[in-house]
């Protein structure tokens, strides 16, 4: 018979943990990888994002999934299940991934896959859902999590299984199919409260579907803007990815978030930031969004 009480308590990460009125919120790193500076900053040139993030040998700099483990009102909610590990070894070189995934950190937290009630993902890029699936060998692949359900946009549904051709390389069906089959994909439309104090809202702009997810508490907030504002280096408005699909719509969406951020003292959280895993932001001298050094959550404790 099992025992339940060797068991670590679900989610009880600690100092991870952070409160936000009465959620608790743990951020953690489920996947570590590289990717090509130039495609992370657009017509941004590398003399100037190279002093942000320096690039290797292959032009590439270094990336982290930065996840979040939501706890509100009885539900165990994922943010964000990383790339996964359904690479070989051939693609995993490629991205120069890292060991570990969602499942062996979550572990790490005293969360099984059965623990987690819901999955939010921004939208269904491989390095947002991939982890929402796992290898079960010639079979393909199988949701990673039995007791939960991703929730995305339908819109992102939709230009996930009729890809741009744009996008086509960005998307991989064993991420997001076998949920489709299996009824563990929800899509909704616009903005949406799904768990307590814990809304996703439509955005479009990196991809057709993309949301965003705002936590709120007791008059506290939490933001994660997904792959609207992907690191701290593209807090300045125009430092957009070259993988965005409407760069306009992610422009005036990430303007009227970061200002509204600023304002409310908002904590942000950011998608793909190598050291920092969330941090407040405020507005510098020259009137650029900097963020507040002394509210920086390590991405990499
Ligand atoms: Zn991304």
Same mark, same amino acid.
């Given at each position: 018979?099992?025992?339940?009480?060797?068991?670590? =308590?679900?989610?009880?990460?600690?100092?991870?943990?952070?409160?936000?009125?009465?959620?608790?919120?743990?951020?953690?790193?489920?996947?570590?990888?590289?990717?090509?500076?130039?495609?992370?900053?657009?017509?941004?040139?590398?003399?100037?994002?190279?002093?942000?993030?320096?690039?290797?040998?292959?032009?590439?700099? /270094?990336?982290?999934?930065?996840?979040?483990?939501?706890?509100?009102?009885?539900?165990?909610?994922?943010?964000?299940?990383?790339?996964?590990?359904? %690479?070989?070894?051939?693609?995993?070189? +490629?991205?120069? +991934?890292?060991?570990?995934?969602?499942?062996?950190?979550?572990?790490?937290?005293?969360?099984? =896959?059965?623990?987690?009630?819901?999955?939010?993902?921004?939208?269904?890029?491989?390095?947002?859902?991939?982890?929402?699936?796992?290898?079960?060998?010639?079979?393909g692949a199988r949701p990673s999590f039995p007791n939960a359900k991703l929730v995305v946009q339908l819109?992102?549904?939709?230009?996930?299984?009729?890809?741009?051709?744009?996008?086509?390389?960005?998307?991989?069906?064993?991420?997001?199919?076998? +949920?489709?089959?299996?009824?563990?994909?929800?899509?909704?439309?616009?903005?949406?409260?799904?768990?307590?104090?814990?809304?996703?809202?439509?955005?479009?702009?990196?991809?057709?579907?993309?949301?965003?997810?705002?936590?709120?508490?007791?008059?506290?907030?939490?933001?994660?803007?997904?792959?609207?504002?992907?690191?701290?280096?593209?807090?300045? +408005?125009?430092?957009?990815?070259?993988?965005d699909l409407d760069p306009r719509a992610v422009y005036a969406r990430k303007g009227r978030l970061l200002?509204?951020?600023?304002?409310?003292?908002?904590?942000?959280?950011?998608?793909? /930031?190598?050291?920092?895993?969330?941090?407040?932001?405020?507005?510098?001298?020259?009137? %650029?969004?900097?963020?507040?050094?002394?509210?920086?959550?390590?991405?990499?404790?």
């Amino acid at each position: 018979m099992e025992d339940n009480n060797n068991r670590p =308590p679900r989610g009880i990460t600690g100092e991870r943990a952070i409160d936000i009125g009465d959620i608790k919120v743990t951020p953690f790193v489920s996947s570590r990888f590289r990717l090509d500076g130039g495609s992370m900053f657009g017509v941004i040139p590398r003399v100037l994002w190279e002093r942000k993030a320096t690039p290797d040998s292959m032009n590439r700099i /270094d990336l982290n999934s930065n996840s979040l483990l939501i706890e509100t009102g009885g539900h165990t909610v994922l943010l964000e299940p990383g790339m996964g590990s359904k %690479y070989d070894a051939k693609q995993s070189l +490629l991205y120069a +991934l890292g060991e570990g995934d969602v499942i062996t950190e979550l572990a790490r937290l005293g969360v099984e =896959p059965e623990d987690i009630d819901l999955v939010l993902a921004t939208h269904l890029h491989l390095d947002h859902a991939g982890g929402s699936t796992v290898s079960d060998g010639s079979r393909g692949a199988r949701p990673s999590f039995p007791n939960a359900k991703l929730v995305v946009q339908l819109e992102e549904m939709k230009a996930a299984l009729e890809p741009h051709a744009l996008s086509r390389g960005s998307y991989r069906r064993d991420d997001f199919v076998p +949920l489709v089959d299996n009824g563990a994909l929800m899509t909704v439309e616009g903005d949406v409260e799904v768990a307590p104090g814990v809304f996703v809202e439509m955005t479009g702009g990196h991809t057709p579907g993309h949301q965003i997810v705002r936590i709120e508490s007791g008059g506290q907030e939490a933001v994660y803007p997904g792959d609207l504002v992907p690191t701290c280096a593209h807090l300045r +408005l125009n430092w957009l990815m070259a993988w965005d699909l409407d760069p306009r719509a992610v422009y005036a969406r990430k303007g009227r978030l970061l200002a509204d951020c600023a304002d409310r003292e908002a904590l942000l959280f950011w998608s793909h /930031d190598p050291r920092v895993a969330g941090c407040r932001i405020k507005t510098s001298q020259a009137g %650029y969004y900097e963020i507040d050094e002394e509210s920086v959550l390590e991405a990499n404790k």
